[in-house]
Every structure is written in C-alpha cells, then in structure tokens.
C-alpha cells in the first residue's frame, strides 16, 4: 500500500467519523436535556450498562462522570444476569448502551433494569429496537456509515457513543459548578491534582541550611556544601536577611586574596526571592521560572521554614 494510500484512507475514516458526529449535533434535542436532569437530579448514582465494543465506551464514560463530579458505576450486560443485578438500587438511573438495541443480553435485561432502577436511559442507533421501546428516554446515536472499510467494525458509531457521553458530562459538569479544585480532589496523585491543589511545604527539603552574618567563609562553605542545594541561608534574630549561594562564594575567591577575615556579611544576598510555606506549589515553580533561580526560600510567617529546589519540583510533576 502506497503511503499516499494509507493517509487517504486515514483521512476518509476520519471525514466518515466527523460527519457523523455533526449529525450527532444537529439530532441533540429535548431527550438529551431530560438525561442530563435525570443524571443530575439521581438521589443514589448512576449505572452504566453495555456489552462489546459498547462496553469499553461504558467504562470510559463511567471513568469521564466519576473524575468530574457525577458517582456512575459499569455494569456488563451479561455479568448482571448472573449476580451483579444486585449493584442498581432504586433511586439510580440506568445508561444501557447498545447500538442495535436488540443484543439478547441487553433484551434479557429490559425487565430488570426497569423494575430495579428510577428510571432508564437508552443510548442507541435504532429508535425502533426493543431498547429504545423499554426505555423511558431515548438519546439517538444512529449513524449513516461506519468508518471501516467493510462496513462492519464499530468505529464511527463508538465514536459517536463516545462523544456523546462526553457531553453528557461536561453539561453535569456545569449544571453542578464543578471547578478546577474540585476536579483536583478526584485527582490527588496525578500532576493535574497536584498543580492544583499541592502545597509548598509538602516539598520542602528536610534540610535547612542557615549561618549568622558572623560566620566566618569555612562556616558558610560547609553550611553552603552540605545543603543539597548550593545555597545558605542567612539568618538573624529568626529573620532572614540574605542567602549566600556557591557562586556568591566563588565570586568572593576571585575578588579576595585574604578570606580569613571575610564574614557572611560580606557575601550575602540581599531581599533573597521567598515564598510561604501555605502557598501552592505551582506559585513557587511560578517565581522559580520567572526569576530563572533553581531554589526559593520557604517561610513561616516570614520565620525561616525551608528551602525548596526546582528539581524537587520537575520531579514531582509541578509545572
């Protein structure tokens, strides 16, 4: 197949799954509001049933409402038969997804899925099936053409579930004012929670590098080696008044011949960049960059706290 071909026919696929997904758009009308209510509004959550490819676009769909905001549980049409019935209460709604509507698991279930669940949600290509018929609101993902080429893989119909589910959450999404922090509490260990609702001090190095404006260079140069991060902090009266830095003291090699009398004071860095240790960890990497320095000074109510490294930060995926 010549290269030419094969992004042909890439394109095609995707004019076929885009074409689809505009009559998608033009067909949304008031079944697609009453799901949304409905979703909204469940006293206990909602269930979202398929079998095949319907199936892997249920779990994705219960993966999308739970991460913002919208409690939603999978259930295999041809594992609830045989026990996991028992999952729907009556106050869920029930999302059963199937395209033709008339699958023998997904009809062996109607009954059930009625009598067990508040209401039912039909998500299907064929308004006519025994499905839709059941159901008490029905939400058309009919397509003209799938994208394979036999006509036969599901791929423009999943497509078109898919796309629909996502819109079915991101009106949730706004119908329960869901926020950039709220989302991060469904995300606590990836970078997205991270960014937005890590703290500074959760990164603060145990080390705490600090020397007196007294300190003669072999007390600021240990102080300086054994940080872990190239830098001191010098401190007076629990305030702090500078920090000296391993190029503040190679500077002041080049420049004295005589160190044995050169004192911190000599050497400090005034107005040293700061940053509490209560703020987000996103503001400290904030002033790391626009200030181009690899570490900020972490406080306590102005009180030396910490240092924290811009590595530390990289790492921990704060960007």
């Not at 939400?139 to 799938?146: A, F, G, I, P, Q």
């Not at 959450?169 to 950039?180: G, Y």
């Amino acid at each position: 197949m010549d290269p030419k071909d094969i992004l042909r026919t890439a394109h095609q696929a995707l004019d076929i799954e885009i074409n689809e997904l505009k009559g998608l758009r033009n067909r949304l009308n008031d079944s697609f509001i009453k799901s949304v209510f409905a979703i909204n509004e469940v006293k206990g959550k909602l269930i979202v049933v398929g079998i095949g490819k319907s199936a892997h676009v249920a779990n994705k769909i219960v993966a999308t409402l739970n991460s913002t905001g919208t409690p939603s549980q999978f259930l295999h049409a041809a594992e609830a038969i045989h026990g996991d019935l028992g999952v729907i209460q009556k106050q869920d709604v029930v999302l059963c997804i199937s395209y033709s509507g008339n699958s023998p698991e997904i009809v062996n279930l109607l009954p059930f899925l009625k009598d067990y669940s508040s209401a039912l949600i039909a998500m299907t290509g064929n308004v006519e099936s025994k499905l839709a018929k059941a159901a008490d609101i029905v939400l058309n993902t009919h397509v003209d053409k799938e994208a394979c080429p036999n006509k036969l893989a599901p791929t423009s119909s999943t497509t078109v579930q898919m796309a629909l589910g996502d819109a079915l959450a991101v009106c949730l999404m706004e119908l329960k004012d869901f926020k950039e922090i709220d989302f991060a509490k469904f995300h606590p260990g990836g970078s997205l929670g991270k960014n937005l609702t890590a703290k500074v001090e959760q990164f603060v190095s145990t080390n705490r590098p600090e020397v007196h404006l007294d300190a003669s260079v072999r007390e600021v140069i240990i102080s300086v080696s054994g940080s872990q991060h190239g830098i001191t902090v010098v401190v007076e009266s629990e305030k702090i008044v500078g920090v000296i830095t391993d190029g503040d003291i190679r500077r002041m090699l080049l420049n004295q011949e005589d160190i044995s009398k050169v004192k911190a004071a000599d050497i400090i860095s005034k107005n040293p960049k700061t940053i509490d240790k209560n703020k987000l960890a996103k503001e400290a990497m904030q002033i790391l960059k626009q200030f181009n320095i690899g570490q900020l000074v972490v406080t306590d109510n102005e009180k030396y706290y910490g240092i924290i490294d811009i590595h530390k930060l990289l790492d921990e995926g704060i960007n």
